[in-house]
Structure formats: structure tokens, C-alpha cells
């Protein structure tokens, strides 16, 4: 996400590392070649003009700090300006209305069927009765892609089959919710051109008919520059109240990112970060901002940990650590975790600094598989009781048949034990040295 403009940003931003102080003539530098990283990520020419005059104007209007060198004065400026560029703070979905209606509409292959899908799958873990409306009466298997998708969520779906007229099917949906008590409505459209007026005036008439409390135009990433002249088009005939990045996973250049909430002044609610259920999160402007500039997002990373982490086994596990307990079946359970939480190498990106060390670094979907292997490989007692593995009699013929049985070599097995061994030493040290912390404590308290 977004490689290329961070390493253009850094390479623009270096002109003044290592500077004593800011001049017109560093700043003038390196604000040209932040310019020419944004059009080159493809941003409105315009926008990456205003924006960069902007960044000029704060930088030689400051004061540097005794403490703050002139490089870190910069970043700061560019990681505002972008933030604000992108819309300053987060925008909240408003579900307003008994059904709340949200009403996707976009270009054909944009994503608004799998984001209805996630949309949903995100709305009913906050407790909410969902239904999904399939409106695309034209696309061959369009209803049946959605009705798969709401099968793995576990959402109901509304279609009508022998109805050619979205408008009807919408409006029908609308009371089968108000009957069934579904609190929030997502009414999935068929793709269209912006161009296309007989298909423009279709949608208007969804609009009007089912009165949506949000209206989210979702548009492929992917699609540069283009992006934003089609959510300007569809603006102007829908007035839509957010958008939707999807694909942002993919090899995107990020301008329609950075550009499009200036263009149609509406903000950017959701991106979608994978083809996965729950590859979706909300926008943060600031966040990803500092993301562009490889800082990271602690955050973010800290938010899907809490989401992932199910705080019953957080607190069985904490107490097996303590107890020096922690076997194999907790390291699964760990791993297991780890995978809920989304694609480990965009994980590792939201660590500051990781984004340029990962960079050249290929990071399977099923890093974890050959591991997982291992384990299920183990009886149930040499996964509760590891010392059988690490030096109890016949631990190689153990090591042996579980390299067989997972399809993995006895070099991967030992180096798991290895590793698995090391880390349980780590822990014993842990919980020594705060069970001394308490010693002492109690001791300097009497």
C-alpha cells in the first residue's frame, strides 16, 4: 500500500536530513520533488500544487526548536498536510432511521458486492440485525455471489429472482426488514457508467424510492486518476455521502487516495484491504498518513489485536505464562490469533519502520501453515507436556514420526522444538524477574 510514494516522500524528504537549518533553498528542493512524488503517485496536478505550497509556506514560517531538528519539522508539515489532504479526522457511518438504508452504488468491478458482504459482516459484530438487498439485475450470478457471501457471514439476503426492476426490489426489501426487525438494510446496485443515463437515472430513482440514510460510492483503487473523475460524475447525481477505497492491497499508486476527498469534498469512510470477509477498515486520515511516511500505525495494529484477541483465553493464557505452563496447544492458540487479524506482511507494515525493511520480503498467506502442520502432527500429550519433544526418551523418533505425519522435513520439526524451547526460557526469565520485583517491594514496603 502505497510503496512507491513512500519511497519517492523519503527520497524528496532527504535533502534537508542532516540540515542544521531550514532555507529557502532546501525547503524550495525538497518541496519540489514532494510535488513530483505526488503526480508521479498520481494526484491531481492541481491538488499536489496547493498542497505543496502549503508545505512550503509552514516550513519557512517556522521557528526551529533547540530540540527538533529541521528533517523532523518537515516530516511533521507533510504528515498534516496529507492527513488534512485526506480529510483531517475519520468519518463515522451514521445509521440513522428504523431500518438504517445504505445504498452502494460504483462502477462494475469496483468491489461494491464483496464490500456490501464485509460492510455487513462489520455492522453485525456490533450487535445489529443485518439484511442484504440484491439489487444487480443484470450481472449473471450477481445474487448468487452475494447469498454466498452472506452464507460465510451468516446474514440474511433479500432477491427476487423473476423481478427485473431494482427499484421495486429495493422497496420491497425496506418492509420485509421493517417485518423481520432488521435494524440496518445494505442494498447492493449493479455496476454502471457514469455516462450511461439511462442506468444514472435508475439509481436516482433507488434513491428517491428507499430514502438511504448513506449512500457510499465505492471505486477500485486501482484505477488511478480515473477514480476521481468517476466519484465527481457520480456526485453530482447521487450527492453520495462517503467513499469506498477497495484493492488498496493491491499494486496501487495511492493518488486517488490522497486526491479524491479534495475533488468531491466527501469524506472517505472505509478501504478495503483484502479479499478476505474482513478486509475492511475504517479510514483515518492521520493514520494513514503517517503509514504514507512509514511511521507506522500502532493504533490501528493495537485496535486489530483487540479485535482478534478473545479476552477470556488472553487471560487463560496470561495465567499459564505466569505458572511457567505455556505448551504447545497455547502456541497454536496464539498462531490462530495472529491469523484473524488480517495479512502479516500488511500487519508488519503498521510497525513503524517495518514498511522499508519488509519491502523486498515475501511473506506467504499460509506463513503459518507448515507449522500448524507440525502441531496437529503431535499427540495430545506430547502438545500438553513439550519436554516429551525437547528431551524426554525417544524424543528423535517422536520428532521423526511428526516430520511424516505433517508432510515436513525432521530439520523443520527440530527447529520448531528449538525455537519453542527458547521462548519458554524467555518467559522463565520474565516471571523470575518480577517475582523479584515483588520480593524487593515487599522488603522496601516493611
Same mark, same amino acid.
Given at each position: ?50 498542497? %505543496? ?116 426490489? +429495493? ?85 486517488? +487516495? ?58 487463560? /493464557? ?52 507448515? %507449522? ?30 511428526? +516430520? ?11 527447529? /520448531? ?30
Amino acid at each position: 500500500m502505497f510503496q512507491n510514494l513512500s519511497e519517492r516522500l523519503e527520497g524528496a524528504l532527504k535533502v534537508i536530513k542532516g540540515k542544521h537549518k531550514i532555507t529557502e533553498i532546501n525547503v524550495a528542493e525538497a518541496v519540489k520533488d514532494v510535488r513530483k512524488a505526488l503526480v508521479e503517485a498520481d494526484v491531481n496536478y492541481k491538488i499536489a500544487k496547493e498542497i %505543496t505550497e502549503r508545505i512550503k509556506e509552514k516550513a519557512l514560517g517556522q521557528k526551529i526548536l533547540i530540540a527538533v531538528e529541521p528533517y523532523q519539522l518537515m516530516i511533521k508539515i507533510v504528515e498534516d498536510e496529507l492527513a488534512q489532504l485526506m480529510g483531517g479526522q475519520k468519518a463515522d457511518l451514521m445509521l440513522t432511521g428504523s431500518p438504517a438504508v445504505v445504498l452502494m452504488a460504483g462502477l462494475q468491478g469496483s468491489g461494491k458486492t464483496t464490500f456490501s458482504a464485509k460492510l455487513a459482516n462489520q455492522i453485525k459484530r456490533q450487535g445489529r440485525q443485518v439484511l442484504l438487498v440484491a439489487c444487480d439485475v443484470y450481472r449473471p450470478a450477481a445474487i448468487e455471489q452475494l447469498k454466498t457471501l452472506a452464507l460465510q457471514i451468516g446474514v440474511d439476503v433479500y432477491s427476487e429472482p423473476e423481478n427485473n426492476n431494482p427499484v421495486a426490489i +429495493a422497496q420491497n426489501a425496506i418492509q420485509y426488514a421493517k417485518a423481520n426487525h432488521k435494524n440496518v438494510v445494505i442494498v447492493d446496485t449493479a455496476g454502471r457508467l457514469a455516462v450511461d443515463e439511462e442506468m444514472m437515472n435508475e439509481i436516482e430513482k433507488i434513491k428517491k424510492a428507499i430514502n438511504p440514510c448513506e449512500i457510499l460510492f465505492v471505486v477500485d483503487s486501482m484505477t488511478g486518476q480515473d477514480a476521481v473523475n468517476t466519484a465527481k460524475a457520480f456526485n453530482e447525481r447521487l450527492d453520495f455521502t462517503g467513499v469506498v477505497l477497495t484493492k488498496l492491497d493491491g499494486d496501487t499508486r495511492g493518488g486517488a +487516495a490522497l486526491s479524491i476527498r479534495a475533488v468531491v469534498e466527501k469524506p472517505i469512510k472505509f478501504i478495503g484491504t483484502s479479499e478476505k470477509i474482513d478486509g475492511i477498515d475504517v479510514f483515518h486520515p492521520d493514520r494513514m498518513a503517517r503509514r504514507i511516511l512509514n511511521m507506522g500505525d500502532v493504533v490501528g495494529l493495537v485496535e486489530k489485536a483487540q479485535q482478534a484477541f478473545d479476552e477470556k483465553e488472553a487471560e487463560r /493464557l496470561n495465567k499459564k505464562l505466569r505458572q511457567n505452563q505455556f505448551d504447545f496447544n497455547d502456541f497454536l492458540s496464539q498462531i490462530q490469533q495472529i491469523k484473524k487479524m488480517g495479512n502479516i506482511k500488511d500487519l508488519m507494515s503498521m510497525v513503524p519502520g517495518m514498511s522499508k525493511m519488509m519491502k523486498d520480503v515475501d511473506i506467504p498467506e499460509d506463513a503459518f501453515k507448515s %507449522t500448524e502442520a507440525i502441531i496437529f502432527s503431535m499427540t495430545p500429550k506430547e502438545r500438553e507436556n513439550p519436554q516429551l519433544l525437547i528431551s524426554g526418551n525417544g524424543s528423535g523418533s517422536r520428532r521423526k514420526r511428526i +516430520a511424516l505425519g505433517s508432510g515436513t522435513s525432521i530439520q523443520e520439526v527440530n527447529a /520448531l522444538v528449538k525455537q519453542f524451547e527458547e521462548m519458554r526460557k524467555v518467559i522463565k526469565k520474565i516471571n523470575a524477574m518480577q517475582n523479584t520485583g515483588k520480593k524487593l517491594g515487599k522488603i522496601f514496603g516493611r
